[in-house]
């Protein structure tokens, strides 16, 4: 959603003009400050769902018992005269005792049939215990495991007994013969509700729950001990599943108002809406409606069931308002069970709490089991009188004259009860109590469609709204609407089932078991989706979200949701599958993938990935289409998340299981070459999802990769890599005993375990890895030569990855060697170039920058290493012994490191050194034999260890001779290859467990708010406020600081800072507003509060240990900074949360420049401080907040600008020189890119000109290396240039010859230049810095001298000037870090 053009530029209220101009900030973009950079990509915990009734069931008996013995009083009774009469609305006087007996018995009978029409129904009037008993016994074999209701109406028998006894007849009617409630529960048996009628009833739901107990008790009694006489019985039925509903306590009678029927509480649960009128024209209030009588209520027009006449909609509104008092005062699951399980039982319970109403104002309560919370008094009462009123208050007009009958506005006003709570409360509130209500309006056309609107904004609430949505019911409803052919009710319905599945995907069968996956298919293929307008009217909205019902009025976010849902419907769900294909799906996604609406292009993609995913018929459809051609486009698409559906949906394509033919295979490697180019895409959840595609492609040709990898073992092996560590200059890697003491780092948390040290352990042991000889000085190493150690193992921490075949450093080195040995001959007609093309790929995603990458491709490597080790050759068992008869130790010779045993002892992680016996040829540590020796000892020669990988269950061994087909798996899991010889479980190593979670992450999108404004756009929230702090914090810096400049600086030499570093300072940089400074050693980064004078962070920046950090930018310095490092292999990392208290955390990292090699400059330690500047290089970057474009070069022929928005390269510009960039600087108005070479030239590039056009400016006259090229970024900024020779050059991009000159001290080590104060300081080998003014006067000399006030200053390594303070950092060779400023008076 994009910011108001309002709220973009609204300056923060009560500013200064000048403080206004500087809000420019807001209109500054963020860098890596999506979602998929804050968030880890993972779907949301699923919430249990408890909606679906697991045990929904029916009632299908019921035995009405109607002991009334008409004109025969109870002896316990004494009844008022006159008395309530009538039974079923009948009076039995009326007629003979018999007649009316049966009367009353069809009547209630009919009653009930109003409410459940389908169930068996059998009356017993006044029976004996005999007829009671074969009645109910009957029943409950009829019902099996269903309900049976049992309606006891005792008016004309006597109370029931504290003895838990109800009363029936002997056959003569001569005796009241007593009923044990025991035997009735073992004749009705469960689940059974019960209703009895008569006074003291609540005695009879007592005894019933003690007899319930008491069985319970027999029943543990006869399981704990077989000879118990009960144990020989048949096992009495548990009376847990029973329902009761009683008609009053255990010591009220029942009222004997005579205008009231005698059996009201029968009447209340059967006639409710009859007896709700009686009643409240009995009330006083009644006579504020004038000419309604009793005797007009008789006359009410219209069905029950039709709720256009006046009697439906009162029925409607009264179901509508007890189900809505029942949801919102009973717990959850107890309305679930009572309101949703059984219609029967839900009616029932709906109209007891009517009765709990009407009876209660006649001093009688309504017991009922399980026991229910008094709800008399809720509010929602009055809404049901106001809806009588307003009903009974048109009758005499309707029945008299005739006139037309006004439907009632109750759904109108809940509805909108139900709009005010949704626009006007607050978040954290009790859910809105017209909910169920919102479900019955479903059923009205007339309100549908604003019920719907108003249903989908509940839902957009979050996960929890559409839970408690499932709870009430909804799903019936929203799943009957689907087949409803009306067009303006389709973006509702579709955003409402987006948001559902969002939730609980489990309704995927529901859909295609009622086709309503053929509704999303026509939704997803008509372009004109109607637009929905502002349906309820809504004038004085609070937030902007209830304008225009979002961007749901958008065609292309309706059809975003309608595949998003059908993506949800095939995933992992054959049946979906089928029937999308039956449907056409694919065509119609292929169709919409070169949609401009960005998401939509991401779910057609998951969508179409998931289809064929594992289901062979749509793959075949799909390359009829030619479908996995059409999709290469989105591989270059400007959304990093489009590119990785893509690649994922490319994934799936190749990754099906079934039988292969000449033209599948061929396809396969088309896509499978498609997706190599995107190795160094700048995003890494791209290329997460380019390891797993790729795994896919590896499990389907496994025998052909096993032949690729073993030839690429044997030539790491036979190979000497020459590691660019090998040609260091002394003094560049520090001695462990010369070194400081190392501080503790802090450990990192980016999203898996950094590669390498994140510990002090781990850094002293990368530093003893070097075996140092006598004299202490460091000799050469190779990284081939070092084993999976703890400090260079990328996948660092996870138990499983102990045994890794393959260590970090032999896949490294074996990348190198693949470069330029002879396994080029392997690439060409033979069939095996695509899979080296691909095994290249992989070694190069095992080396990636950030660690998830990384860890993916390393179990993929590794397992296919593990397998081509386990099948060649077994009988080739190497002998070891020569490792372990080492000779007397050599002060000078190389350690050789070797890889122990993967035994289950912890310690298997360190390294062993042998005691300095030369590497053996073929024994090296990385050569990747079925050998993996033990440590060395001196005495007994090895045994070759039980080798238990941890990535499959190991087969047998296999002979070198691979198949040139691949082997085939069936769609079985557990079915075994062809030749038998494979265990399923290795296989299912790659498959099942490499996954990204980014379908599942991209889901989440439709569970949570899409109609909220974001909390950077709403002006009251927490966020906006900090930003806003933020930026009048940046006005202020950058307004005292350019009032300190406009004075003047004269000098610059007074220390604000000194303290000493970790690591040996390689580069510093200020932030632009903070007081803070981080500086960069080799491969760490400490930070540090000047101010304060203390250490903030220290801690690893993750870069293999023959490569160094060469360059730091802040991004997004004036909002929420973020920290970029480039090393000199070309990786770029991005971190965040440094400098405070959480841990820091990488947020993406990529490969800048994919054709670097490490340069091997190392800054000197002890006796030369001259630097070969034949070899120095490393990687340059500059940064534009304003374009968010990254300018990188370094050791290359060619300035690679990256969009960070985009996270993708977006141009090469050819440097046309054969040396490497130095120095890179760039002016985003100007679109002006400025580079100082190594050989002497400042060359000048315009970014939007052609890659043969684009250099407009050549300047030769610097005879040596640049050591810093700067543009002004003015609109007439020019061109400021430096060489080692010390001199300083100024060009005007306009011209070709330089328009000033100075010169300062030779042998410059490091300079910089002040972007605001036009200073610049160079730091030189003589251990001196000279700070500048614009003219070429010194200002300042900081000399290096002991001294009682002197500054101590070692070779300068790096320096840096603040952006706008008038501060200088300088770093030196003996650890010192130190910060110089301007006079005090100044500051």
Partial sequence: MKMDAELLHSPVVGLSEEEEADMSDWNLPLAFMKKRHLEKIEGSKALAQSWRMKDRMKTVSVALVLCLNVGVDPPDVVKTSPCARLECWIDPLSMSPQKALETIGANLQKQYENWQPRARYKQSLDPTVDEVKKLCTSLRRNAKEERVLFHYNGHGVPRPTVNGEIWVFNKNYTQYIPLSIYDLQTWMGSPSIFVYDCSNAGIIVKSFKQFALQREQELEVAAINPNHPLAQMPLPPSMKNCIQLAACEANELLPMNPDLPADLFTSCLTTPIKIALRWFCMQKSAKLVPGVTLDLIEKIPGRLNDRRTPLGELNWIFTAITDTIAWNVLPRDLFQKLFRQDLLVASLFRNFLLAERIMRSYNCTPVSSPRLPPTYMHAMWQAWDLAVDICLSQLPTIIEEGTAFRHSPFFAEQLTAFQVWLTMGVENRNPPEQLPIVLQVLLSQVHRLRALDLLGCFLDLGPWAVSLALSVGIFPYVLKLLQSSARELRPLLVFIWAKILAVDSSCQADLVKDNGHKYFLSVLADPYMPELGNTWGLTSQKDHEWMCLLALQDNAEHRTMAVFILAVIVNSYNTGQEACLQGNLIAICLEQLSDPHPLLRQWVAICLGRIWQNFDSARWCGVRDSAHEKLYSLLSDPIPEVRCAAVFALGTFVGNSAERTDHSTTIDHNVAMMLAQLINDGSPVVRKELVVALSHLVVQYESNFCTVALQFMEEEKNYAAPSPANTTE?????????????????????????????????????????????????????????????????????????????????????????????????????????????????????????????????????????????????????DSGSLTQSAPASPTSKGTLIHQAGTSNGANRSLSRCSGSPPIPGVSSSSLTNEVPKPPTRDAPPTRPPYTPTLGTQGPPHSHQFQRTRKMFDKGPDQMTEDGEETPGHRNFISMALQTGLCDWSAKYFAQPVMKIPEEHDMESQVRKEREWRFLRNAGVRRQSQRIIQ????????????????????????????????????????????????????????????????????????????????????????????????????????????????????????????????????????????????????????????????????????????????????????????????????????????????????????????????????????????????????????????????????????????????????GSMNQFIAVYNSNGDVISNIKYYDGFMGQRIGAISCLAFHPYWPHLAVGSNDYYMSIYSAEKRLR
């Avoid at 011209?1295 to 080590?1309: E, F, M």
């Fill in 1047 to 1322: 004075r003047g600086i004269t000098r610059l030499d007074d220390q604000i800072f000194i303290n000493r570093n970790p690591g040996v300072p390689s580069v510093v940089k200020f932030h632009p507003f903070n007081p803070c400074i981080a500086v960069a050693d080799k491969d760490s980064i400490c930070f540090w509060d000047w101010e304060k004078g203390e250490r903030l962070d220290y801690f690893y920046n993750g870069n293999p240990r023959y490569t160094r950090i060469t360059a730091m930018e802040y991004l997004n310095g004036h909002d929420c900074s973020l920290l970029l490092t480039a090393t000199d292999d070309g990786a770029l990392r991005i971190w965040k949360n440094f400098a405070d208290q959480r841990n820091p955390e990488m947020v993406t990292a990529w490969q800048g420049l994919s054709d670097m090699l490490p340069s091997t400059r190392g800054l000197a330690r002890r006796v030369s401080i001259y630097l070969d500047r034949s070899k120095q290089g490393g990687m340059v970057v500059d940064w534009e907040q304003e374009t968010g474009l990254l300018m990188t070069s370094g050791d290359v022929r060619v300035v690679r600008i990256w969009d960070t928005e985009r996270e993708m390269k977006v141009q090469d510009i050819p440097t046309g020189a054969d040396s490497c960039v130095t120095s890179l600087s760039c002016d985003p108005q100007r679109s002006l890119v400025v580079a100082g070479l190594g050989d002497g030239s400042v060359r000048v590039y315009d970014r939007r000109m052609g890659p043969n056009e684009c250099r407009v400016m050549t300047y030769r006259e610097h005879g040596a290396w640049v050591v810093k090229a700067h543009l002004q970024r003015e609109t007439d900024g020019h061109i400021i240039s430096v060489s080692v020779n010390g001199d300083v050059r100024f060009f005007d991009p306009r011209t070709p010859d330089s328009i000033n000159i100075l010169q300062t001290v030779k042998g410059l080590t490091a300079l910089d230049i002040h972007p605001q104060a036009n200073l610049f300081a160079c």
């Fill in 730 to 878: 002394p003094g560049n890697l520090t001695p462990v005993r010369e070194s400081p003491a190392i501080p503790r780092l802090r450990s990192v948390n980016s999203y898996t375990n950094i590669r390498a040290a994140t510990t002090a352990r781990n850094l002293n042991k990368s530093l003893q890895n070097l075996n140092l000889n006598e004299e202490g000085g460091p000799v050469t190493f190779s990284p081939g030569n070092l084993s999976a150690s703890s400090s260079a193992s990328s996948t660092l921490g996870s138990p499983d990855n102990d045994e890794y075949i393959l260590s970090f450093e032999t896949i490294d080195k074996m990348r190198r060697v693949s470069s330029y040995s002879s396994l080029n001959s392997l690439i060409g007609v033979s069939f095996n170039s695509v899979y080296t093309q691909i095994w290249r790929v992989l070694l190069h995603l095992a080396a990636d920058p950030f660690p998830e990458v990384s860890d993916l491709a390393m179990k993929v490597l590794n397992s296919i290493a593990y397998k081509a080790t386990m099948n060649a050759r077994p009988q080739k068992i190497l």
